[in-house]
């Protein structure tokens, strides 16, 4: 495959080897493009989805530590879309981006945290591909897809729905779950993604004047979920993951309703030496409900396991 790369805003980090802002580069004539921000031991972020774009994923209190390098999935945003398209966004497709890209940063060993689908993603990569990855943090993840996953996420969503009786905007987010079947284009994607957003937070209209922001700025590219030949990705990794050899870091939210705690413990305790964080006051997006423990979790788990700089302020 040819590579091309493409940059701009050439401003070095603190780290005098990355250059901060947005960035591309061309595989086999599909583009890749990726966000430099922060200083210091480099972090590569996948967001989730699959098909929700990288910025809701953006983490200004990690950027004071890490050199935050956030990927836009093939597929969304400024990167490309693949000749299959809306289908064949594979976690092995992914993987191999990623594994041009973690390449192309030329620094010895890099961090990768996965959010949501991000973390089945990062999961797969470091199983298929260890060799470059100093540690992975797997946010909002599961060891399984299929019905499994989906019973134990359709009991979260009722639990919710019992929290929130009587509440205006709860009918809302229940239909927006009801059509996610019918998901077909970019356009009701989105609305599917905006509809049910306020179930990913713990208490989304306690603190609807911070999180709607977050809400009303959530873009989407419709992706199906089947590979090239039309089929469903399906996701089993409890076996494999026994044998993974790279420091992980789970990290859950106590509410989420999509890959909530069960999924965290049982990665955890499927995974080697692992360790496992539970944000109590956070869903599915403990980087925006408590940044601050966020923050902590990730840096203390990149200092001790080798990436000496992440203490720096």
Not at 155 to 172: I, K, M, Q, S
Not at 256 to 263: E, L, M, Q, S, T
Request: proline share 6%; glycine share 12%.
């Amino acid at each position: 495959m040819g590579i091309t790369a493409h940059s701009t805003d050439a401003a070095r980090s603190g780290t005098g080897s990355l250059p901060r802002g947005t960035h591309s580069f061309t595989v086999g004539g599909i583009r890749q493009c990726y966000h430099v921000h922060g200083t210091g031991p480099v972090c590569v972020v996948h967001s989730g989805g699959p098909g929700i774009f990288w910025d809701y994923l953006r983490m200004p209190a990690l950027e004071e530590h890490l050199t935050m390098v956030y990927v836009e999935p093939i597929g969304t945003g400024g990167s490309g879309r693949l000749p299959s398209h809306p289908h064949g966004y594979t976690r092995e497709r992914y993987s191999r981006f990623l594994e041009q890209l973690i390449n192309r940063l030329g620094v010895p060993e890099v961090y990768l945290l996965g959010h949501s689908h991000g973390a089945f993603v990062a999961a797969h990569h470091a199983l298929a591909r260890p060799e470059r990855l100093a540690g992975v943090v797997l946010y909002e993840g599961a060891p399984v897809t299929g019905a499994e996953h989906g019973a134990e996420a359709g009991r979260r969503v009722e639990e919710f729905a019992v929290r929130n009786a009587g509440h205006p905007g709860l009918a809302d987010v229940l239909a927006a779950f009801g059509a996610m079947s019918a998901m077909s284009d970019d356009e009701s994607t989105v609305a599917v993604a905006r509809g049910v957003l306020p179930s990913y937070f713990a208490d989304y209209w306690g603190r609807e004047e911070q999180l709607a922001p977050v809400r009303e700025a959530m873009r989407a590219t419709y992706i199906s979920g089947l590979d090239e030949n039309l089929s469903p990705e399906a996701i089993d990794d409890r076996a494999a993951l026994k044998d993974l050899v790279v420091p992980t870091l789970v990290i859950v939210g106590r509410h989420d309703v999509i890959c909530g705690p069960r999924w965290g413990q049982e990665l955890h305790e499927l995974i080697p030496g692992s360790r496992l964080l539970v944000l109590e006051d956070s869903g599915h997006m403990g980087h925006v409900e408590e940044p601050g423990r966020f923050r902590d979790a990730v840096r203390d788990f990149v200092l001790e396991t080798g990436g000496r700089e992440a203490g720096a302020a």
